[in-house]
C-alpha cells in the first residue's frame, strides 16, 4: 500500500468579467471546487481584472483568480473534473509549485484585501442603485413638468384658416373689377 503525497498547487481561476460584480460568489465558488476535494487553502487572493488576449464563450474581459493550496495527489483528477463541470468557470490552470518558495505564497494572500473590495462593491452597487432611483424620479418628475408646461403653452384648438385664394381666382376677379366702361 502507497501513502498518498499531499503536494502544493498553484492555481488560476478565469471568470467572467460580470464575476466582478459579485466577487464573493466568484470567490466562494473556487473555495468550494477546493473544498469538494478537501484541499488546505494556503493563499487566495482576486489576481486581476484585464482585457482578455481573445473572445472566450464571447467575454472579452475576465476577473482572475489566484491560489495556493495543498492537495493529495490522487485528489488532483477529482478538482480538474469539478472545473470542467463548472458553468461559471471560463477557464482553469493547476499546476504544482513545490519549486515556489514560501514566501511568495505568503505574499499571495489576499482574503483580507478581497473581502475589503467586495465590501467596497457592494457599497458602490448600494449608492449606485439609490443614485439610479433618484434620477430616475428626477427624470420622471422633470418629464411631468415638460408635459404640463407645453399643454399650458400649446393655444387652445383653433378653427383651421381659411384658405388663401389661388392666384388665379386673385387674376380672374382681378379682370371683374376691370370691366370695361363702354356702355
Known amino acids: 500500500m502507497s501513502e498518498n ?29 477546493l473544498g469538494k476535494v478537501d484541499a488546505e487553502i494556503i493563499s487566495f487572493k482576486k489576481w486581476d481584472e484585464r482585457r482578455l488576449a481573445y473572445e472566450i464563450k464571447g467575454n472579452k474581459r475576465g476577473v482572475f483568480f489566484l491560489c495556493y493550496f495543498k492537495l493529495a495527489g490522487d485528489q488532483m483528477a477529482a478538482l480538474e ?50 443614485e439610479a432611483g433618484v434620477r430616475a424620479t428626477t427624470k420622471a418628475d422633470r418629464d411631468a413638468e415638460e408635459e404640463a408646461a407645453a399643454a399650458a403653452e400649446a393655444p387652445a384648438e383653433e378653427a383651421p384658416a381659411e384658405e388663401a385664394p389661388a392666384a388665379n381666382d386673385v387674376e380672374a376677379a382681378a379682370e371683374d373689377t376691370q370691366a ?3 356702355a
Open 5 to 33: 503525497t499531499i503536494n502544493t498547487y498553484e492555481g488560476l481561476f478565469l471568470f467572467p468579467q460580470s464575476a466582478g460584480a459579485n466577487l464573493g460568489d466568484a470567490a466562494d465558488h473556487v473555495q468550494g471546487l
Open 180 to 182: 370695361p366702361a363702354e
Open 81 to 130: 473534473r469539478h472545473c470542467l463541470l463548472s458553468e461559471d468557470l471560463l477557464r482553469f490552470m493547476l499546476t504544482r509549485a513545490d519549486q515556489v518558495n514560501a514566501e511568495l505564497i505568503e505574499t499571495a494572500e489576499g482574503r483580507d484585501a478581497l473581502k475589503e473590495e467586495i465590501a467596497v462593491r457592494a457599497q458602490q452597487a448600494e449608492e449606485g442603485a439609490s
